[in-house]
């Protein structure tokens, strides 16, 4: 089976910018979910959906991040202005049924965005 | 809340040294999943293992092995006989079945494994 896909791998732009990742989870995942890895730490959770339909968002930084999930499959992350502390690795991770299956969740590779 | 709680912060060993990564976790639900994975340095999350909260048997995997005590809140994970090629982030992280199955995640063990 294919894994989730994200592109692009990595992006640099100038502070105020604005920049989109793509997503593109494993063939009949529910549940689609946004990590910010910033470099030292552990993945924290953005935006967790179901379907079409956000189900957790309470750590996505709403002035500047949005995101969607149209029809239900790819899904894209928008960062609008970026901050220098918006450079981070952005994992993208789907599941079939939360909890379920041997590992559960798959993640994509990431995309590493810096800020300068 | 919940909460993953990995103390060691970089730990240098020496080849076909035995090594445990310490994993400590607060939650309020009776059910839920303890997950390990591994982040090489080319970045991507591989997942391990994961146990859920009714079953406290230790699992083996060749050189891998598991620990899970609910008594302590503990889930620690012991690599046998090192090698170089577990140089690597280990990341511990928890899942709640009734609070949206997100998974929260300790800040990571590097492991630097030196032959």
């Known amino acids: 089976e294919a894994g989730v896909a994200q592109s692009p791998r990595y992006k640099i732009i100038e502070k105020r910018q604005s920049v989109a990742f793509w997503c593109n989870p494993i063939?009949?995942?529910?549940?689609l979910y946004w990590y910010q890895q910033i470099l030292g730490q552990g993945p924290k959770l953005l935006i967790q959906?179901?379907?079409?339909?956000?189900?957790?968002d309470s750590q996505l930084p709403k002035d500047r991040f949005s995101a969607e999930r149209l029809k239900g499959v790819d899904s894209t992350l928008k960062i609008q202005p970026a901050k220098l502390e918006d450079s981070a690795v952005y994992l993208c991770?789907?599941?079939?049924?939360?909890?379920?299956?041997?590992?559960?969740?798959?993640f994509g590779s990431g995309t590493r965005l810096t800020v300068v | 809340a919940q909460k993953v709680t990995q103390a060691q912060t970089e730990i240098s060993v020496v080849e076909k040294e035995d090594v445990t990564l310490d994993c400590v976790y607060e939650t309020r639900d009776t059910t839920y999943y303890l997950f390990w994975y591994k982040q090489p340095p080319s970045g991507e999350l591989v997942f391990l293992i994961r146990r859920n909260s009714f079953d406290e048997q230790n699992e083996i995997s060749g050189r891998y092995s598991w620990n899970f005590q609910k008594s302590t809140s503990s889930f620690n994970f012991t690599i046998t006989a090192s090698q170089v090629v577990d140089s690597a982030v280990y990341f511990c992280a928890l899942s709640e079945w009734g609070r949206g199955n997100k998974l929260v995640f300790g800040a990571g063990t590097i492991l630097r494994v030196k032959s």
């Open positions: 959906f179901q379907n079409n339909g956000v189900v957790d």
């Open positions: 063939s009949g995942h529910a549940t």
């Open positions: 991770a789907s599941t079939y049924s939360p909890g379920q299956g041997s590992s559960g969740y798959t």
